[in-house]
């Protein structure tokens, strides 16, 4: 079986995951998310106890990590060496380190390798920062999301106060603010559009609107049975 791949790519909080899980059960592929993987990763360390993640213990967690991730449940969940630690994946602190880690080479290359071995036979759709310019240059389909900053701003507060987080709008923005200027200054796969990616702005779409140019997207431009 040939791999298909969707290649989702975008800033935070312009819709990817909740597009990117739409298409895949419209289409019947697997849904990737990307930055459990890191997180996963991020949270290998944190239970190391490794401290400063440029530590010798925090390299070799990173080096010793297994990470996988399937579908099981009609959901997307990950691996950590063999344990199921999908759960523990959202906390503040797992957040943050993911994010200093997802600069450093050898997290990349780990995270690369997993994702494409994820992949190998499948359908699949994969979203990210990097998924069409450096995991998957060949995507069948690539997709660039974008929205404007107070909404993006708007949607993740939104998604912060239902999980109980106490946080204000004003808080939300300037941290999406730094997580752009971080991801797209970095200098190992910054984030940016591929030139082949169709771009699809999210800002005044509903969640089904999104889900429908994408997969009409797809089978413009890869016909026949999926």
């Known amino acids: 079986m040939t791999s298909r791949v969707i290649a989702i790519d975008g800033a935070a909080a312009t819709g990817k995951s909740t597009s990117a899980a739409g298409v895949a059960e419209a ?5 990737v998310d990307s930055g459990a993987l890191y997180r996963a990763v991020a949270l290998a360390v944190l239970d190391a106890r490794a401290g400063d993640p440029d530590s010798p213990s925090a390299q070799e967690a990173i080096r010793g990590a297994r990470i996988g ?9 990950v691996d950590l060496d063999g344990r ?9 602190e797992v957040s943050h380190l993911a994010s200093v880690l997802a600069t450093r080479r050898d997290v990349r290359d780990k995270v690369v390798d997993a994702l494409r071995r994820l992949a190998q036979g499948r359908s699949v ?22 929205a404007d900053g107070p909404e993006r701003a708007r949607r993740r507060w939104a998604e912060l106060r239902a999980l ?63």
Not at 84 to 92: A, E, F, I, Q
Not at 127 to 145: M, N, Y
Not at 186 to 202: M, W
Request: aromatic share 6%; hydrophobic share 40%.
């Open 27 to 31: 289409l019947g592929f697997l849904y």
């Open 69 to 77: 991730a399937e579908s099981r449940d009609g959901a997307f969940r």
């Open 84 to 92: 199921d630690v999908t759960n523990r994946l959202r906390s503040p």
């Open 125 to 146: 759709v994969v979203e990210g920062r990097d998924i069409a310019t450096v995991v998957f240059p060949d995507a069948a389909l690539k997709v660039f999301l974008v």
């Open 164 to 226: 109980g987080r106490d946080v204000t709008l004003e808080q939300v923005q300037e941290d999406l603010e730094a997580r752009d200027r971080r991801d797209a200054g970095r200098p190992i796969a910054p984030l940016k559009r591929h030139p082949d990616a169709v771009e699809v702005d999210t800002t005044r779409l509903t969640v089904p609107e999104q889900i429908d140019r994408i997969v009409r997207a797809y089978r413009q431009r890869a016909p026949g049975p999926e």
